[in-house]
């Protein structure tokens, strides 16, 4: 955690100061000058940006209006995006240390727009030379506001603290993180949070007979992995569990169906799934929330070494159901479909699991929101949604359709692992659904897991998508 966040006990004096307010009636609470004042007033006319700036040279002052229109959940995400705004005028002002005062608004409106600034101060500097690792130089956030508590400013630390580290295992190359690697950090963050973490190594995942991950790592020098997480608070509201799955492919190749080589620059996002399952749980263990949540990753490479898996192999999977591949670059829906298969044993109340899984998600529907589908479970899907929409980590649901089932049958075994050019998304979703029995929603975070550039608070590179919208879910049912 690179950013320290606290809560002030008195009002800022000669601090660096970031007001919230309401209205303009709010202005005579700052203590600025005439023509300070009349400043602020002509530049929230002009509306050229949401944060104003008084530069006094012994400090600064930014002045963020919480006077937006819309719904609650709309109102959350301006206020978030001020919040990245607001970032890139401290950064920018080499500003390290500041503080938040809100003269107007709701402890909710500071939350959010602390949230959206921290997150914007996310930077992966680890392999940047000493001279450079300073771009990022804000470090500390100091808010000042009767209604906030030590807990709120604890979840708000913890909850961008998990963000942080989905992005930084994200932003990972597989030099450092290879599935191994994957679940030394899950133990790791077991013992920081206080949850139960078990590995599963190559020999115990042969004894299991997990096919899919097996085939999948045959092609790479480094053994899979299988990590179980396991939060059980004595005081858990239920009895079975909530479980999450996460896809690990630390880096994809498409294996023998070698993918082109500028679709392979970002494939170390290709774990983003296993990285959301293991930040959210981390949330969950350290805010104590009194659910019973599961989180499983199966962890491979995917390679075209002497031994990988071939188009036309067929696979017989964790359940014994056999699969006919056709295109080794369809990976993830092979670890997965083991982990859900695995998932029966805890008889879980459901499963959500998280992957980049097809590009046709990305292709549908871009970076602005992650496809969902779902089986017997229409009211927990509608509850995630709207955990989504409060987050801004949106969910656009897709068919399960059982007609799309044709276009996974094999003439040589139970399944093939690809169901054609057309609604990729849902055939990858229809393969995964054979693997449970159980109420059951897909996520396909291919879209927002990784970006190119940075869009507000979702900076470049790992987005940490997944994190707060489970942890988000998660508490609703507590």
Known sequence: METIIRKALRKPTAANTIFLLKGNSDLKELGLNTDETQWVKRMHRSKKSGVIEINRYKNHLFIAYCDGQGSRTEKSENMRKLGSETQTFLVKNKIERAVLQVVGGSKEDAFNLAEGLLLANYKFSKYKTETDKNDNSFEELDIYCNDITEDDIDELRLIVEAVYIARDMVNEPVQYLTAPQFSKEFVALGKEA????????????ESLKMGGLLAVNRGSIDPPTFTIMEWKPKNAVNKKPYVFVGKGVVYDTGG????????????????????????????????????????????????????????????????????????????????????????????????IDAATLT?????????????????????????LQKAGARVHERIVEFPMWDEYNEQ??????????????????ITAGKFLEHFTDYPYIHLDIAGPAFLSKKDKYRTVGGTGIGVRLLYNFIKSKA
């Open 408 to 425: 996974i049958k094999s003439e040589i075994a139970d399944l093939k692992n690809i169901g054609g050019v057309d609604a990729g998304a």
């Open 256 to 351: 023998l169906s070698l993918k082109p080589s500028n679709s392979m620059d970002t494939m170390k996002c290709d774990m983003g799934g296993g990285a959301a399952v293991a930040g959210a749980i981390y949330a969950i263990a350290k805010a104590e929330l009194p659910v019973y949540v599961i989180a499983l990753v199966p962890a491979t490479d995917n390679r075209p070494d002497g031994n990988a898996y071939t188009p036309g192999d067929v696979i017989t999977m964790f359940d014994g159901t056999t699969v006919e591949v056709l295109n080794t670059d369809a990976e993830g829906r092979m670890i997965l479909a083991d982990a859900l298969s695995y998932a029966k044993k805890y008889d879980p109340k459901l499963v």
């Open 359 to 383: 590009g046709a998600a990305a292709r549908a529907i871009g970076a602005n929101a992650m496809v969902g589908m779902q089986v017997k479970s229409e009211t927990e899907f509608l509850e």
């Open 194 to 205: 206080g949850f139960k973490v078990e590995v599963f190594n190559k020999k115990k995942i």
